[in-house]
Nanobody, 119 residues
Framework: QAQLEESGGGFVQPGGSLTLSCTAP????????VGWFRQAPGKEREEVSC????????YYSDSAKGRFTIYKDNARNTVYLRMNSLKPEDTGIYYC????????????WGQGTQVSVSS
């Protein structure tokens, strides 16, 4: 069973930036897509971004486009989500998950990292 671990969450003021990290086994990073999801208080989990194993394909939700960037470092077995111009509505628990590709359902999840955006 794949084990994914998120880190990098925290508290930031509106307009600030955070970079989340998702560390996973080498086989996951090399051969599977990894997506970032978030769950805001009282809301359903939603997909934010996804990157294919080859890095040729990336996906961003409408709310993430232009502000978030997903990228990976195979040498570090890590997928990152750089978040700029953060808004209070970006607050939530952010999870990473592995999947066959960005069009398939997530299979293995991390435990999540909290992001709080507030003045």
């Amino acid at each position: 069973q794949a084990q994914l671990e998120e880190s990098g969450g925290g508290f930031v003021q509106p307009g600030g930036s955070l970079t989340l990290s998702c560390t996973a086994p080498e086989t996951v990073i090399d051969f599977y897509a990894v997506g970032w999801f978030r769950q805001a208080p009282g809301k359903e989990r939603e997909e934010v971004s996804c990157i294919s194993s080859s890095e040729e394909g990336t996906y961003y939700s409408d709310s993430a486009k232009g502000r978030f960037t997903i990228y990976k470092d195979n040498a570090r077995n890590t997928v990152y989500l750089r978040m700029n111009s953060l808004k209070p509505e970006d607050t939530g628990i952010y999870y990473c998950a592995s999947r066959v590709n960005c069009a398939t359902a997530p299979e293995y999840w991390g435990q999540g990292t909290q992001v709080s955006v507030s003045s």
